[in-house]
C-alpha cells in the first residue's frame, strides 16, 4: 500500500476501532494529532496487526506484530512527551537511558493492553 492510502485507513481506525487508544496516546504526548505523526513502519504495523486479527494467523506472528506496535507507540509517546528524538531514549549501546525505562515500561504495558482489549471487542 502507498503511505497516503496507509495514513488514511490508520486515520479512520484510529477513529472507529482505536479512538481508545489515540485519546490516550495524545493524553500523554500531549499532542492530539500525534497518531498524524507517526512513521510509516508504524502505521504499517498497526495494519498489519489489524489485518492479522481479522484473517486469524498465527497467535506468534499476531503476538510479534503486537509488541512492534507497543514498543514503537511507546518510543514516540516517550520522546513526545519529553521533547527528544526517539534515538535520544538510547545510549550507545542501544539501553534506554535509566531515566526513560520504567516510564516507558508502564506505557508500553498500558498500550498493550488497550490494544488487546481492543482486539476483543
Given at each position: 500500500m502507498k503511505e497516503k492510502k496507509l495514513k488514511k485507513w490508520v486515520n479512520e481506525w484510529w477513529n472507529t476501532k482505536g479512538r481508545e487508544l489515540r485519546d490516550f496516546l495524545a493524553?500523554?504526548?500531549g499532542d492530539k494529532s500525534f497518531h498524524e505523526k507517526l512513521h510509516v513502519t508504524d502505521i504499517v504495523n498497526i495494519y498489519n496487526f489489524a489485518k492479522s486479527c481479522k484473517?486469524?494467523?498465527?497467535?506468534?506472528?499476531?503476538?510479534y506484530l503486537l509488541k512492534e506496535i507497543c514498543v514503537e507507540l511507546a518510543e514516540n509517546?516517550?520522546?513526545?512527551?519529553?521533547?527528544v528524538s526517539t534515538n535520544d531514549?538510547?545510549?550507545?549501546d542501544g539501553s534506554f537511558y535509566e531515566q526513560y525505562q520504567d516510564e516507558f515500561d508502564k506505557l508500553y504495558d498500558q498500550i498493550e493492553g488497550l490494544l488487546s482489549v481492543d482486539d476483543e471487542n
Open positions: 493524553d500523554l504526548s484473517v486469524q494467523i498465527e497467535s506468534d506472528s499476531e503476538n509517546v516517550l520522546a513526545s512527551k519529553h521533547g531514549l538510547f545510549d550507545e
